[in-house]
């Protein structure tokens, strides 16, 4: 399978817990993106990432959340101190162009 | 301010049926939509797209229909299958990311 993987892909938490999650984007792709998505809405732009550099983060990304891309391949999202609100679908996506992005299948956060 | 949003949250068709699904967009500026199907469980999966320059065009099945003059463009779905209920989203792409809508449910029912 050459798509986009994520894990896990799914994570229950306790509140205040820490919690990483890792996506692989296609192996040609230099453009990686976090997104959001909670239930009934469509998914919310977090950060994006050309090769290893963070280029864009939008004001959803609170201190507690912290991404990285040390080798410009695969990507780590942390959310640091849980709290209930982040009980979402994480989605990564990685694209070699402006444009059409492919999408993992997700991690589903849980926090209780 | 700026938005791409959908006119219905559910669309319930029949097996067979032709399906529309509607999108509008607010920024005229706007050149390139991206339509996504999203399934239970699964991230969204790329459709068809289109630009500015044109007003339609076509896929296996699928057709957008894109009207620049009242900012509206549709998803047409020929010979609906069980195997497409899922959510829809239009989606417009802008430098670093894509701005989705909030998606129409599709229920194909046998």
């Known amino acids: 399978d050459t798509g986009v993987s994520q894990n896990p892909r799914h994570k229950i938490t306790k509140r205040g817990q820490n919690v990483t999650f890792r996506c692989d984007p296609i192996s040609e792709h230099n453009r990686l993106y976090w997104y959001r998505q909670t239930l009934g809405q469509g998914p919310e732009f977090l950060t994006y990432?050309?090769?290893?550099?963070?280029?864009?983060k939008s004001r959803l990304l609170s201190d507690r959340f912290s991404a990285e891309r040390p080798k410009g391949s695969f990507s780590t999202l942390e959310i640091q101190r849980t709290e209930q609100g982040d009980s979402a679908m994480y989605l990564c996506?990685?694209?070699?162009?402006?444009?059409?992005?492919?999408f993992g299948p997700g991690t589903r956060l849980t926090v209780l | 301010g700026e938005s791409v949003g959908l006119h219905l949250p559910t669309l319930s068709v029949q097996e067979g049926d032709n399906s529309i699904i509607n999108c509008a967009y607010s920024n005229s500026a706007s050149d390139y939509f991206i339509w996504y199907k999203q399934e239970s469980g699964k991230g969204p999966q790329f459709i068809i797209d289109i630009r500015s320059n044109m007003d339609k065009r076509q896929g296996q099945r699928v057709t957008v229909l894109l009207n620049k003059t009242v900012k509206h463009l549709s998803l047409q779905i020929a010979a609906t299958q069980p195997g497409d209920s899922a959510v829809y989203f239009c989606?417009?792409?802008?430098?670093?990311?894509?701005?989705f809508g909030k998606g129409t449910m599709l229920l194909v029912s046998p």
């Open positions: 989606a417009e792409p802008t430098l670093y990311t894509l701005t």
């Open positions: 996506a990685s694209s070699f162009r402006e444009g059409e992005q492919f």
């Open positions: 990432f050309q090769n290893e550099a963070q280029l864009e």
